[in-house]
Every structure is written in C-alpha cells, then in structure tokens.
C-alpha cells in the first residue's frame, strides 16, 4: 500500500474562494466605524482602506515565494522552521493553536449568533446561553462537512462565499443608487478634522488590517493546489484585488447615508444602513453576515487544520493530529482538536481582549516570516525558487510590520499608564472627600 497524501484538487477558483471566504468574514461589518474613529475623516479613512489592502498584497505577494519554495502544508510554521530551526516554528504552532485561533473562531461564531438571533430579540439582547449554544451548533456542522469531504467543504465555500458578495454588493449598489440622486453631502469636506497622531493612526491601521487578516492561509492548503506555481499567485492577485475593491466601495456606500458621528455611534455599521433606507428589510443584511461569518469559519478551519497536521508530521504536536482518514482522506483528527479548542473559546468573556492578542501575536510571527524570506535569500542564495519576488515588497512590508507591532504595544502601554495615573487620582480625590465629610460631621456633633 503505497503513501497516503492530501489530495491535490484545488483549482484557481476553488483558491480564489477560500482566500475571499477567509479574508471577508466579520471585520467589513464591524471595523468601518473603528478605523473611523482613529482617522478622523471620510478621505483619510478611505486612504486607510486602501492601504491595509497594498500592505496585506505585499504580504501576500512575499509569501508566494515562500509557498511555492517550500510546498508543505503549514504556512508560517514550516517557513519559519526552515529558515530560523524548529524553535521559532514549535513557538509558532503553540501560540497560533492556543491563542491565536480559537479566539478568533470564538468571536466569528458569536457574532454569527448575534446576527442570527437579532431578528427574533428585537428589543433587547439575546440571551448568553441561546449565544453560546447556537454558535457550538454552527462550528459543530461545519466541523462536520470538512472532516467528511474536502469537495463539499468547497462547496458550501462557494455559497458562503456567494451570499457574503451578494450582501456586499446591495450595500454597494444602495451606495450607487444614493450617489446617482446626489446623495453627497458627507464628501463635501473629505478631509475635515483629519487625526494626524501616530499612535491614533497605527490603531485605525491595525483595526483596517483585522478585516483583511487571513490572507496568508491559502498557503497552509498549499500540498492541496493543483499547479500552485501559477495558480498560488493568481488567487492572491485576483482574491485580494478583488476584496480592496469591495471593501472600498462598501465604505464609500456607507458614506452616502451615515454621517461619520452616526457611523461611530452604530453597534453594527451594515444594519444601521440598510435600515436607514429599508427599515423592513433590514433583518436581509442580518443573513448575510451570517454567511459571511460561516464562511469564514468554513475556510479557516479548513486551512488551520492542514497547520497542525503539519505540526503533528514534525513532532510538535501529538502525532495522531497527523492522522489522515482513509475513506474521506482529510486530516480529520487535527480538524477535530481545532474545533474542541475554538469550542472552549465560547465561555469567555473578555473575547475583545483575547482578539487583540491574537491580532499582536499573528503580526509577530507574520513579520518573522517575511524576515525569514530575506535571510534565505542571504543563506541559501542557490535554492531554486520557482518564484522570486521583488524584494521592495518583503522589504516594506517588514518595515510596516515593525511599525504596527511597536506602536500597538507602545499605546497598549501608555493606555495603562494613564488608567493606573486616573485611578490614583480618583484615589485621591476619593479620600480627600471622605476627610472633608469627617470634618463637616465633626463639626456638626460639636455644635
């Protein structure tokens, strides 16, 4: 009985479909108002879209290198690995699995809970159990389909993906249809009390970059790409060429009816649209970030368990993560232990904390690896490498890594700092209170 592998059957627009179906999950629906609110502006906000997008493609287009020199299933942790040893790829793998993912699978489900359940609880939040329960139910399904079947896997993939554009697109085409009557009011002044601190801007820079986080998973399916030489590129190329545009155009339709104060203030950016010129319609856009949400989940699982399964071959995970299933031949043990995990997730409370660690920890081992593109190039010179990128794009996008990571650490600090300084004032101000009342009643009891 000859070796059992993954199955090569991923085509350009099986390719194409997950990088769009991973990159376009949650972020387009709850970010805008964020980068909004640390831009300042309409124009500078859409600069800032613009620029998280080039900065993911350059990225993006460093890893086709990489992917296409070292054709494992991994990504980052055999990239890693082979450039700098086994360490940095063992720390990789841990924190990727621990922190990293469920996180953000957690929070991806409970926003698809959210958005499912909103119709029903109009007037009040749904309850945390009914949360909880009905986001293990959707991981659970599609924990399913891709132990079962890396066909249907893409297939619902392709409707996931299908029912997300869609919902982008009707909030594109209200934006045309509220551009063609005139609706322009919010352009007038693009520019207007634009933020120009760089902390403030490194903080709308790295709530842009969330909504396009998970470009680099196309390449951990990478033993799965038929041809990836050619169709790697191309799907990086027209998937993430495709997603700067959309979400350009969403932002822009956005403007057309929501002031930026009104942006800010809205809970979720895409119903307070919809229901600002279709009030009865607005539980449509609910569905679609459902979809949109599962879509996410669907393609990330897909490609994060070909990680630990690749983990696993190397003896940094149990090796029975590195099982592959002989009827259905998917790693279906390193599926099983991502979805445990990202069910564990579920319980916690402080999601918006743990996300924030996942997104400092990603771009860490993000930047490493692009570093670690370079010092192959020094090391091993002769190597073939079906692809050679430009180094102008590992290099900048280094460079804007190191930038992102020392300014979100460095607010992160100053932030409790002040909150430390605040509390000692409140303190203060506390006690103080409390003599001057021990006085005033002194003084009364002696009169």
């Known amino acids: 009985m000859g070796e059992i592998k993954l199955e090569k059957n991923l085509k350009l627009f099986n390719c194409i479909s997950i990088l769009v179906g991973i990159v376009i999950g949650t972020g387009i629906f709850i970010t805008p ?16 879209w613009i620029a998280c997008g080039l900065f993911s493609m350059f990225g993006a287009i460093s890893y086709t290198e990489l992917g296409c020199m070292i054709p494992k299933a991994g ?7 082979v450039a700098f040893g086994k360490l940095p790829g063992f720390l990789f793998i841990w924190t990727f699995i621990i922190i990293v993912l469920p996180a953000t699978f957690a929070l991806t489900a409970l926003t698809f809970s959210d958005y499912a359940l909103q119709p029903i609880y109009t007037n009040c939040s749904p309850p945390t159990s009914a949360r909880i329960a009905l986001a293990a139910v959707a991981m659970l399904i599609i924990t399913l389909v891709n132990c079962v079947s890396v066909r249907l896997t893409n297939l619902i993939q392709n409707i996931f993906n299908i029912g997300k554009i869609l919902g982008l697109f009707m909030i594109i085409l209200i934006g045309a249809y509220c551009l063609s009557i005139g609706q322009v009011e919010n352009f007038s002044s693009p520019f207007e009390n634009s933020i120009t601190n760089p902390g403030q801007l490194a903080l709308a820079f790295y709530n842009g970059l969330y909504s396009y986080s998970g470009w680099s998973f196309l390449n951990y399916v990478v033993e799965e790409i038929k041809d990836p030489n050619r169709v790697l590129p191309m799907s990086i190329f027209l998937g993430l060429g495709g997603v700067i545009l959309i979400y350009v155009f969403a932002n822009i339709a956005y403007f057309t ?9 809205s809970a979720a950016v895409a119903y307070t649209f919809v229901e600002k010129i279709f009030p009865k319609l607005s539980w449509i856009i609910s569905i679609f970030v459902c979809l949109s ?7 990330a699982l897909f490609s994060a368990s070909r990680t630990i399964f690749g983990a696993a071959r190397n003896n940094h995970m149990p090796v029975f993560l590195a099982f592959i299933n002989i009827k259905f031949l998917t790693p279906i043990t390193s ?63 280094l460079l804007m890594c190191l930038f992102t990571i020392v300014m979100t650490i460095w607010i992160s600090i100053s932030s409790k700092i002040k909150n430390i300084k605040l509390d000692k ?5 506390e006690v103080i209170g409390v003599k001057n009342l021990m006085l005033i009643n002194a003084k009364k009891t002696g009169m």
């Open 33 to 48: 108002k964020i980068v909004l609110e640390h831009s300042g502006s309409i124009g500078l906000t859409l600069i800032m």
């Open 75 to 81: 990504g980052e942790y055999e990239y890693l690995m």
């Open 257 to 265: 009816l929501l002031t930026p104060f009104e942006m800010i203030r």
């Open 293 to 299: 949400t599962l879509g996410y989940i669907n393609g």
């Open 335 to 397: 599926i099983l232990f991502m979805a445990l995990s990202s069910l564990i997730f579920l319980i916690f409370d402080d999601i918006e904390f743990l996300v924030k660690i996942s997104m400092l920890s990603e771009y860490i081992f993000i930047g490493s690896t692009v570093g670690g593109l370079l010092w192959l190039r020094k090391t091993q010179p002769k190597v073939f490498r079906p692809i050679r990128v430009n180094l102008f794009f590992p290099i900048t996008f």
């Open 425 to 429: 004032a409140m303190n203060k101000i």
